[in-house]
């Protein structure tokens, strides 16, 4: 990464912004490849996303003000896993994944206690989907109030929106990933519609 860095005219203009659609794309490309590729796409994938990081870390290195390179992203990294495996590093027990949740986000709100409200550090730019069962779970919490049951027959584009949020609480409820069942039943469409090209 160094060397492309120092000898790239293109890597040397590219900015953390810059990367950003690069950083979006190759994460699709490492959810399609664990989803339905090959465990050769997903080697790849994972190295292509592996690459985000480096780059990104290459580009920190060269801030002026306040410079970290990949050993400080690596360090920062061990010491928040250390943290949030106290059953691992110490001495605490958690004999079941629930135990182990609760340890992590113990560990979590003590990191996080400057913040001051529930949907801090929820990051804006995720899919719509996956943001709303995000926020779901995070409404929840705080016992805000949220709909169960989709709307009969949606007639306005807020009645859509009331009735898609019904169906990540109850996604969510039932312990079902929204936005993965809906990239599946894409994946479906997308057979069928093949289908009905070769057909006609």
Known sequence: MR??????VWSQRITHRDLVPYLIEESHEVIDAVESGTR???????????WQ???HA???????????????VARTLTEKMVRRHPHVFAGEVAETPEQVLVHWNAAKAAEKRTRTSVLDGVPRGMPALALAQKLVG??????????????AAPTTEAELGDA??????????????????????LRMLEDEVRAAEAAS
Request: one cysteine or more.
């Open 164 to 185: 898609l949020l019904a169906l990540v609480a109850t996604a969510r409820t039932e312990g079902w990933d929204a936005e993965r069942a809906l990239r599946e039943r």
């Open 3 to 8: 060397e492309v860095r120092e000898h790239c």
């Open 138 to 151: 995070r409404a929840s919490g705080v016992g805000a109030d949220l709909p169960h049951q989709p709307v």
């Open 40 to 50: 050769d796409d997903l080697r790849e994938e994972l190295g292509d996303l592996l």
């Open 58 to 72: 290459a580009i920190a290195a060269q801030d002026p003000e306040d410079p970290f390179d990949i050993d400080d």
């Open 53 to 55: 990081v480096l780059f």
